[in-house]
């Protein structure tokens, strides 16, 4: 079946950073994208951005542009999600998600069960 | 960016109600958006996509509809299993794909 798994969480320290990955399975992995979106504790959804895992190209939101850089390794089916510079208020469940891209429009239909992140001094 | 507004953000219904949730759009966004559903310490789960379309799997007691700048998501028949929180999403790829702040449907 088709599934996401994330990493394990991780504390870090203000200014460090961090890698989330998040291996697929049970598809094509290069037929779709993988968008990241996290959740600050008690918070909504705030999407991150996405990438191709066809040919790479990335969307990041604009308030990480700097900040976040999303990649992936065909090889083994691999989506990363690194954000530097991290800060009190990057402490969030980060999510992966596969998105489906068609005719403009684009949807994340399964999800990842969410990395921890915490960052404390 | 698009702005998208949920209301109510929080809603408080029996088995059986009819719920309905609206999202509305900062701008026009077609019919480019969808509809999750979270419950606590959990993912989030598509239930529809370019507004009406609803996802494979997901119960028919589950509709959207709507165009333009307002959406809604409606339950024809709340189930226990449904009480959760709500979100809408953009989905044009073009755009930042923006997220609604949520509704929480609780039990009355």
């Known amino acids: 079946q088709v599934q996401l798994v994330q990493s394990g969480a991780e504390v870090k320290k203000p200014g460090a950073s961090v890698k989330v990955s998040c291996k697929a399975s049970?598809?094509?992995?290069?037929?779709?994208?993988i968008s990241w979106v996290r959740q600050a504790p008690g918070q909504g959804l705030e999407w991150m951005g996405w990438i191709s895992a066809y040919n790479g190209n990335t969307n990041y939101a604009q308030k990480l542009q700097g900040r976040v850089t999303m990649t992936t390794d065909t090889s083994t089916s691999t989506a990363y999600m690194e954000l530097r510079s991290l800060r009190s208020d990057d402490t969030a469940v980060y999510y992966c998600?596969?998105?489906?891209?068609?005719?403009?429009?684009?949807?994340?239909?399964?999800w990842g069960k969410g990395t921890t992140v915490t960052v404390s001094s | 960016d698009i702005q998208l507004t949920q209301s109510p953000s929080f809603l408080s219904a029996s088995v059986g109600d009819r719920v309905t949730i609206t999202c509305r759009a900062s701008?026009?966004?077609?019919?480019?958006l969808a509809w999750y559903q979270q419950k606590p310490g959990k993912a989030p789960k598509l239930l529809i996509y370019a507004a009406s379309t609803l996802q494979s799997g997901v119960p028919s007691r589950f509709s959207g509809s709507g165009s333009g700048t307002e959406f809604t998501l409606t339950i024809s028949s709340l189930q226990p299993e449904d009480f959760a929180t709500y979100y809408c999403?953009?989905?044009?790829?073009?755009?930042?794909?923006?997220f609604g702040g949520g509704t929480k449907v609780e039990i009355k």
């Open positions: 999403q953009q989905l044009n790829s073009y755009l930042p794909l923006t």
């Open positions: 998600a596969r998105g489906i891209a068609a005719a403009g429009l684009y949807y994340m239909d399964v």
């Open positions: 049970g598809y094509t992995f290069t037929s779709y994208g």
């Open positions: 701008q026009g966004i077609s019919s480019y």
